[in-house]
């Protein structure tokens, strides 16, 4: 059993900032991939930044410049720091992890965390 924990959502003004941080835990033998996707009511859920096992990162080009990902192995972590946010950046956000557990190679979506920003 995996379990995702998302936190750090909220409601903040535009131009400020938030970090979301999402724990795994559970039956975990290694992580492969840890990221952050965004969706709004009647759209796609869409990628906004993601990190490999070797380290290399991607963000979505509405966020270059202005998130940051990174992660912790010791903690089977992954943070994404939002900052100059944007009423745009306005979403549920939701922690994507792939990772080798005791059900081979599975991938798992946290709850989500509403971020809102006021313009």
């Known amino acids: 059993q995996v379990r995702l924990v998302e936190s750090g959502g909220g409601l903040v003004q535009a131009g400020g900032s938030l970090r979301l941080s999402c724990a795994a835990s559970?039956?975990?033998?290694?992580?492969?991939?840890m990221g952050w996707h965004r969706q709004n009511p009647g759209n796609q859920r869409e990628l906004v930044a993601g990190?490999?096992?070797?380290?290399?990162?991607s963000y979505a080009d509405s966020v270059k410049g202005r998130f940051t990902i990174s992660r912790d192995g010791a903690s089977n972590t992954v943070y994404l720091q939002m900052n100059s946010l944007k009423a745009e950046d306005t979403a549920v956000y939701y922690c994507?992890?792939?990772?080798?557990?005791?059900?081979?190679?599975?991938?798992?979506w946290g709850q989500g965390t509403q971020v809102t920003v006021s313009s």
């Open positions: 994507n992890v792939v990772l080798y557990g005791t059900d081979g190679r599975s991938q798992y």
């Open positions: 990190i490999s096992e070797s380290g290399r990162i």
């Open positions: 559970g039956s975990i033998f290694s992580i492969s991939s």
